[in-house]
């Protein structure tokens, strides 16, 4: 298991979370950077967890943590807004994510969020999404309280691939299909190479679809692509997150990984090897 916080979600999302008390145990482990242990904690990203640091949120035996300190998980008490973390076991669903809902763990709006299509179980874990998906985009989400699994699916070093399945209007031309493979210009700079499968046009609809394979994870960057060559986006489907697959599961449906998914998850500290390590 890893050491949790009942503020995790709203740590990743930035904003203040419940507070939660006592400490739980795990096997003994060697001194490690706070943001390292704050992230396997599933509480931040490192990079949030720095920033948490940073501005006092976090302390170790009491005391406020600096920037740079390092603790043992075993023996020192770390807390998140002064409540200690937690010790739960590690959990991973996957969410057939459907449109029109939000991928946050809660909207101020009142909204609906894809934790409100959990089932009861899954809620006794406070889980919170990794990466996202817009909220006219569908398919394959993965939750989880892991946060070093989190920050390895989406960190660019490890460059964890993205599978969609892309409608859009019109025929889309080999020319089209060769530029996005190559990374088409858009106004954030040129989008990374990617992988374009054959492109299938109907011509009763006008409507071309394929499958589209990328590593880095821009807003909208697919819309935004092929919005620039005429052929606006009518569906896009997540089927595939690293080695997690969508499969067969339909929009709303929810199941965990198997033992195999588990095993074939990246961690931080893996450097992109794909092996689950410290």
């Given at each position: 298991?890893?050491w949790?916080?009942?503020?995790a979600?709203?740590?990743?999302?930035g904003?203040?979370?419940?507070?939660?008390?006592?400490?739980?145990?795990?096997?003994?482990?060697?001194r490690?950077?706070?943001?390292?242990i704050?992230?396997?904690?599933?509480?931040?990203s490192?990079?949030?967890?720095?920033?948490?640091?940073?501005?006092?949120?976090?302390?170790?035996?009491g005391?406020?943590?600096?920037l740079?300190?390092?603790?043992?998980?075993?023996?020192?008490?770390?807390?998140?807004?002064?409540?200690?973390?937690?010790?739960?076991?590690?959990?991973?669903?996957?969410?057939?994510?459907?449109?029109?809902?939000?991928?946050?763990?809660?909207?101020?709006?009142?909204?609906?969020?894809?934790?409100?299509?959990?089932?009861p179980?899954?809620?006794?874990?406070?889980?919170?999404?990794?990466?996202?998906?817009?909220?006219?985009?569908?398919?394959?989400?993965?939750?989880?309280?892991?946060?070093?699994?989190?920050?390895?699916?989406?960190?660019?070093?490890?460059?964890?691939e993205?599978?969609y399945?892309?409608?859009?209007r019109?025929?889309?031309?080999?020319?089209?299909?060769?530029?996005?493979?190559?990374?088409?210009?858009?106004?954030?700079?040129?989008?990374?190479?990617?992988?374009?499968?054959?492109?299938?046009y109907?011509?009763?609809?006008d409507?071309?679809?394929f499958?589209?394979?990328?590593?880095?994870?821009?807003?909208?960057?697919?819309?935004?692509?092929?919005?620039?060559r005429?052929?606006?986006?009518?569906?896009?489907?997540?089927?595939?997150?690293?080695?997690?697959?969508?499969?067969?599961?339909?929009?709303?449906?929810?199941?965990?990984?198997?033992?195999?998914?588990?095993r074939?998850?990246p961690?931080?500290?893996?450097?992109?090897?794909?092996?689950?390590?410290?």
């Amino acid at each position: 298991g890893g050491w949790c916080s009942t503020s995790a979600g709203d740590a990743l999302a930035g904003s203040p979370g419940r507070r939660c008390g006592g400490r739980g145990r795990r096997a003994p482990l060697s001194r490690l950077r706070l943001q390292k242990i704050l992230a396997r904690a599933g509480v931040a990203s490192r990079r949030r967890a720095e920033e948490l640091i940073r501005v006092g949120r976090v302390s170790v035996n009491g005391a406020p943590a600096s920037l740079g300190a390092t603790a043992d998980p075993d023996q020192d008490e770390i807390s998140l807004d002064g409540s200690p973390l937690v010790a739960e076991p590690w959990s991973y669903w996957i969410l057939h994510k459907p449109r029109g809902v939000l991928t946050t763990t809660r909207d101020p709006e009142g909204r609906p969020t894809v934790l409100d299509l959990l089932p009861p179980e899954a809620r006794e874990t406070r889980l919170f999404p990794v990466g996202r998906l817009d909220l006219d985009s569908e398919g394959l989400l993965l939750l989880t309280n892991d946060g070093e699994v989190a920050q390895a699916m989406l960190h660019p070093s490890i460059g964890c691939e993205k599978e969609y399945r892309v409608t859009a209007r019109g025929r889309v031309s080999s020319t089209t299909r060769r530029l996005l493979a190559a990374g088409i210009e858009l106004e954030d700079g040129p989008m990374a190479p990617c992988r374009v499968g054959p492109i299938r046009y109907d011509p009763r609809t006008d409507v071309s679809t394929f499958q589209l394979t990328l590593r880095e994870g821009r807003k909208r960057q697919i819309r935004r692509a092929l919005a620039t060559r005429g052929h606006p986006v009518l569906r896009l489907v997540r089927v595939r997150m690293g080695p997690l697959r969508l499969g067969r599961l339909r929009p709303r449906q929810t199941r965990t990984l198997t033992a195999a998914e588990r095993r074939a998850l990246p961690r931080a500290s893996s450097r992109g090897t794909g092996q689950r390590g410290d």
